[in-house]
C-alpha cells in the first residue's frame, strides 16, 4: 500500500550537527570582514537559510560584495569544519521507525546538493536518503522561509502539500513550512533561541520522540 504521508526533513541542526560548526564559521567570517559579531548574532541571521541568502546578508553586513578570494578561503573553512561533523542524536533511528509506521521520507535543505550528499555521507545517513529523495534550495527559486523547496519535495515525491509533515530546527525554517501548509515538528537544540520555534504543530528536544508526535500528527490532521 502506498504511503499516505510525506515526512520532510531538513538536514543542518536536524539529521547532521552542522550548525554549530556552521555558526563558528560564519562568526569567524564577519570579525575576518571587520564586523563586530557574536555566535547568537550568527544564530539569528544566517541559520536555517541558503547560502546564496546568507551572501547578499554578508555583502548588506559589511557594507561590499565579498572579495572571490576571501569567500574562497572561508567556504575551504566551511568545508573543513565538516570533519567534525557527527549525526544529531538518534536522528537515523527516528528516521527508520517513521519509514515503519509506513510513511515515505525525504530530506530538503537549504544546503547545495553536493554537500547534502556528503554531510549525509559523513554521518552514515547516506542510505535512508537515496539520491532521488533529496532536494536542496539550489533548485528553486527562493530559500527558506520561503516554502519553495518544500513543495518541490512534495511535488517530485508525488504529495499533496497537505499530507507532509516537516521536521525543522530554525526559524527560517518553521516559517517555510507554514508557509506550504504543512504541519511542522521544531527540533529544539540548545542553540535554539527563545520563540523560533513558536509557529510549530509540535516541538520535541529529543529524536527519540519524533516517531510517536508524526502518528499523532498524521492521525489528526
Known amino acids: 500500500m502506498a504511503p499516505d504521508w510525506l515526512v520532510i526533513f531538513d538536514c543542518d541542526g536536524v539529521l547532521v550537527d552542522s550548525e554549530r560548526l556552521n555558526v563558528r564559521t560564519w562568526t569567524g567570517m564577519m570579525r575576518d570582514a571587520g564586523v563586530d559579531f557574536t555566535e547568537a548574532d550568527a544564530v539569528e541571521t544566517f541559520v536555517g537559510k541558503a547560502y546564496k541568502d546568507n551572501r547578499v546578508t554578508l555583502a548588506e553586513l559589511t557594507g561590499a560584495v565579498p572579495d572571490p578570494e576571501w569567500e574562497r578561503a572561508w567556504r575551504a573553512e566551511f568545508h573543513r569544519s565538516q570533519d567534525e561533523l557527527e ?3 538518534g536522528a537515523g533511528e527516528a528516521v527508520e521507525a517513521v519509514r515503519d509506521l509506513g510513511h515515505e521520507v525525504c530530506v530538503a535543505s537549504g544546503s547545495l546538493m553536493a554537500a547534502i550528499g556528503s554531510k549525509l555521507a559523513r554521518t552514515g545517513l547516506e542510505p535512508l536518503f537515496p539520491d532521488e529523495a533529496r532536494f ?3 533548485q528553486v527559486e527562493h530559500g ?3 516554502p519553495d523547496v518544500f513543495l518541490l519535495a512534495a511535488r517530485e515525491m ?3 502539500p497537505q ?3 516537516v521536521v525543522e530546527d ?3 525554517g518553521i516559517e517555510a513550512a507554514v508557509a506550504a501548509d504543512m504541519p511542522v515538528v521544531g527540533y529544539r537544540s540548545d542553540m ?3 520563540g523560533w520555534l513558536d509557529e ?3 516541538v520535541i528536544d529529543d529524536m527519540a520522540d519524533l516517531p510517536s508526535v508524526i502518528a499523532r500528527l498524521s492521525a489528526h490532521a
Open 163 to 165: 499530507r507532509c509533515i
Open 192 to 194: 535554539t533561541p527563545t
Open 158 to 160: 508525488g504529495f499533496d
Open 200 to 202: 510549530a504543530s509540535a
Open 144 to 146: 527558506k522561509p520561503a
Open 170 to 172: 530554525s526559524r527560517a
Open 136 to 138: 536542496s534550495a539550489e
Open 87 to 89: 549525526p544529531i542524536a
